[in-house]
């Protein structure tokens, strides 16, 4: 399958494995991976998406309705949806008390400045049971064909897998998650040790000190971002 297949079977292992309840898709561009958490739903109460980009959420939110199918067969229990434009450098109250967070492909378009708030945004304020960050791991460009420069021209950097690693235990140290690498895409025979294509950081919260209180605290209304899409299943 191809590589952005892969990096969202990743997540529905995930998700398969660790059952949570509320999951936002921070960077979530035309919902492909919230289409297919929304299929494999696996006991997900809230599915969120969030993105600065309104005109791609907007072309393909529809995908997200429920079919007919689902008012035949009700699965299990109540779903809610919503798509949000705006920020992941920005605080936005309805973003906390979520089980796990998915980044996938969405630092390597920030600035490095804002990758700094982007941290102290998801770790510090949102808080999450457990965050899913993908990035491409540079080390494995030259096996890129054709490849010069970085591999999307709105890439701002691309890490070799010490710097996405200093990166991420930084942030474990400096919000108490732990945090284990791995990745998708292998490369095959001599080239084993450039490490994967796309490389990953599972990372999970220490302590449940203070909970922001999974499914049963109210949940705060937004107040930065905007609601662009809401469906109830
Ligand atoms: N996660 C999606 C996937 O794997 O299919 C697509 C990721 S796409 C390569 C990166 C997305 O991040 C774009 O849709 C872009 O609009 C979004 N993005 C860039 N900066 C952002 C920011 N500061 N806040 C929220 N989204 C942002």
Redesign the pocket.
């Known amino acids: 399958p191809p590589l952005?297949m892969q990096?969202?079977q990743f997540v529905i292992d995930y998700v398969q494995a660790y059952r949570p309840r509320k999951v936002i898709?921070?960077?979530?561009?035309?919902c492909?991976?919230l289409k297919k958490l929304k299929f494999h739903r696996n006991g997900i109460q809230l599915l969120v998406g969030?993105?600065?980009?309104s005109v791609?959420l907007l072309k393909r939110m529809h995908a997200l309705a429920p079919l007919v199918s689902d008012y035949l067969q009700p699965s299990d229990g109540p779903l809610t949806i919503e798509l949000y434009q705006?920020?992941?450098?920005e605080r936005e109250p309805c973003t906390r008390g979520f089980d796990l967070v998915t980044c996938?492909?969405?630092i390597e378009?920030?600035e490095l400045e804002?990758v700094e708030s982007?941290s102290d945004v998801v770790f510090g304020y949102m808080a999450p049971g457990a965050v899913i960050v993908s990035t491409p791991n540079a080390e494995f460009n030259p096996l890129l064909p054709g490849l010069k420069g970085f591999r999307?021209c709105?890439h701002k950097f691309e890490w070799t897998r010490d710097e996405f690693q200093t990166w991420a235990h930084r942030v474990c140290r400096e919000y108490g998650y732990s945090v284990q690498f791995t990745g998708v895409g292998e490369a095959l025979g001599p080239w084993r040790d450039v490490g994967f294509c796309t490389q990953i950081g599972v990372f999970q919260r220490n302590f449940d000190g203070i909970n922001w209180s999974m499914s049963n605290a109210e949940r705060l209304e937004p107040s930065v971002y905007k609601l662009l899409y809401k469906v109830v299943y």
């Open positions: 952005y990096r969202y898709d921070l960077g979530c561009a035309e492909r991976l969030v993105d600065i980009n791609v705006g920020s992941v450098t996938v492909e969405l378009h920030l804002d982007f999307d709105d």
